[in-house]
């Protein structure tokens, strides 16, 4: 069993910037390539950016290259996502999860992944 536990959501004014960390247990979290979600109201789970797992390979989706970006520090079992520039579009539920594949690079397809947290909200004003 493997645990997620996301913090550092809160409310934010455009051009504002928040980070996120997501902690794990229960699995060698060194071995698996993380990944960082969001679903706003009303809206699918979109992919947000991934990190493989060893920390050499990143994506993110177009609209937040450039202002985000996913970091993993192997040794405190954490991933991070660093957000610069918020815009209100951003708004969502921010979720991490862990991807099922043995030392992967870290797919955009949610249901590559099988381990999730419980979300943490981000909320950016106008």
């Known amino acids: 069993q493997v645990q997620l536990v996301e913090s550092g959501g809160g409310l934010v004014q455009a051009g504002g910037s928040l980070r996120l960390s997501c902690a794990a247990s229960?699995?060698?979290?060194?071995?698996?390539?993380m990944g960082w979600f969001r679903q706003a109201p009303g809206k699918e789970r979109e992919f947000v950016a991934t990190i493989s797992w060893t920390g050499d390979t990143t994506n993110y989706v177009d609209s937040v290259k450039g202002r985000f970006t996913i970091s993993r520090d192997n040794a405190k079992n954490t991933v991070y996502l660093q957000m610069n520039s918020l815009e209100p579009e951003d708004t969502a539920v921010y979720y991490c999860?862990?991807?099922?594949?043995?030392?992967?690079?870290?797919?955009?397809?949610?249901?590559?992944?099988?381990?999730w947290g419980q979300g943490t909200q981000v909320t950016v004003s106008s």
């Open positions: 229960g699995r060698t979290f060194s071995s698996f390539a």
């Open positions: 999860a862990a991807e099922s594949a043995f030392r992967g690079l870290g797919s955009p397809i949610r249901w590559a992944y099988n381990y």
